[in-house]
Each structure stands twice: as C-alpha cells, then as structure tokens.
C-alpha cells in the first residue's frame, strides 16, 4: 500500500504564493511521475503540472510562468511552487503517484481572493 499527503494549502490574496508539498509511505519500489491536480467547484479534476523521473515538466497552460512543480527521488516527494495567485486557483489540489497504478492523496483547499 501507498499512503500520499498532500500539505500546505491556505488562503491567500491574489498574488501571494503557497508552496504545496506531497509526501509519499508506504512500498515504494519506483514512481514513474509524480503530478498536481487541482478540482474547483461545479467542474472536473484537471492537471496542474507533472514531473516524470527523467525530469521532464508538463503544465497546464493557466498556469505556465507562474507555478513549478519540482520532485526529490530520494525522498519521493513533490512541490508545488505556485506564485502570482489568482482567484480562479482557487480549488482543491491533489497529489498524484503513478507507480504500478495511480494514488491519490485527500487534496488540500487552496483559496485565493481577490
């Protein structure tokens, strides 16, 4: 079993910045990508931003120039810097762990106002 936490959610104004941290437990033998993904109310679960073991990075294009997603392999740990914040980030953010099936953590509430 995988246990994924996501932490550092808040509230903010419009453009603070959080740092979101996704901690994993539990066997681990090798993540294939680690990624942030974030579900507002009334719509569907999108990508905010993964990180695949080479390094590569994908973003969402809402978020480009402004978020970075960054990942320790040693620790099998993700970040998740987002600066210039703006009212329609506002959402819950999960983590998500590709091993041999996906895990996702409860998600931590992410406020901006404006």
């Known amino acids: 079993q995988v246990q994924v936490t996501e932490s550092g959610g808040g509230s903010v104004q419009a453009g603070g910045s959080l740092m979101l941290s996704c901690t994993t437990a539990?066997?681990?033998?090798?993540?294939?990508?680690m990624g942030w993904y974030r579900q507002a109310p009334g719509k569907q679960r999108e990508l905010v931003a993964r990180?695949?073991?080479?390094?590569?990075?994908i973003y969402a294009d809402s978020v480009k120039g402004r978020f970075t997603i960054s990942r320790d392999n040693a620790k099998n740990t993700a970040f998740l810097q987002m600066n210039s914040l703006k009212p329609e980030d506002t959402a819950v953010y999960y983590c998500?762990?590709?091993?041999?099936?996906?895990?996702w953590g409860q998600g931590t509430q992410v406020t901006v106002s404006s």
């Open positions: 990180v695949i073991q080479d390094g590569i990075t």
């Open positions: 998500n762990v590709v091993l041999n099936r996906n895990y």
């Open positions: 539990g066997s681990i033998f090798r993540i294939s990508s």
